[in-house]
């Protein structure tokens, strides 16, 4: 007996493949468990968004961390430390003295949103010559 053209026995038909997962989900498992040993040993930095104030000086928002040392960069690009205007000439030494009477301190910078960024870099620049390790940013948006 002839079989038609069209016809195809059982053992002809080739279904379609399967697609084996172990290697993705083997791959998966790796990117996590880095991601877990990673997360730990990322620095991020003490940054914190604060309210625009009205006025300069002692009315500035504090941040959670109580630091002797304050610096405010008001919109205008001046500096206060501690509540007192500074010029940014005179910041280094009075920095170097804070270091002295306070050298495990960590300083706050308020800086407001729309000073200059050089102005952040010369104060953050005083800060490391002074002698701190570290520096707390609190910018204040405007």
């Known amino acids: 007996m002839r079989t038609p053209a069209n016809f195809h026995h059982h053992d002809d038909y080739v ?27 990322v620095e991020i930095d003490r940054i914190s968004l604060s309210p625009a104030a009205v006025k300069k000086g002692a009315d500035m928002p504090q941040f959670q961390g109580e630091s002797s040392i304050r610096i405010f960069v008001h919109s205008d690009n001046t500096i206060y430390l501690n509540g007192a205007p500074i010029s940014l000439e005179d910041l280094p030494s009075f920095l170097q003295d ?13 800086h407001d949103g729309s000073a200059y960024f050089s102005t952040y870099q010369s104060v953050k620049n005083a800060v490391e010559s002074a002698g701190f390790a570290s520096l707390d940013v609190i910018l204040k948006s405007s």
């Open 15 to 41: 279904g379609e493949g399967t697609i084996n997962l172990t290697p993705l989900i083997d791959v998966v498992f790796v990117v996590l468990i880095m991601f877990i040993l990673v997360v730990p040993l």
């Open 98 to 110: 804070a270091h002295q009477q306070f050298p495990n301190t960590h300083p706050q910078l308020y």
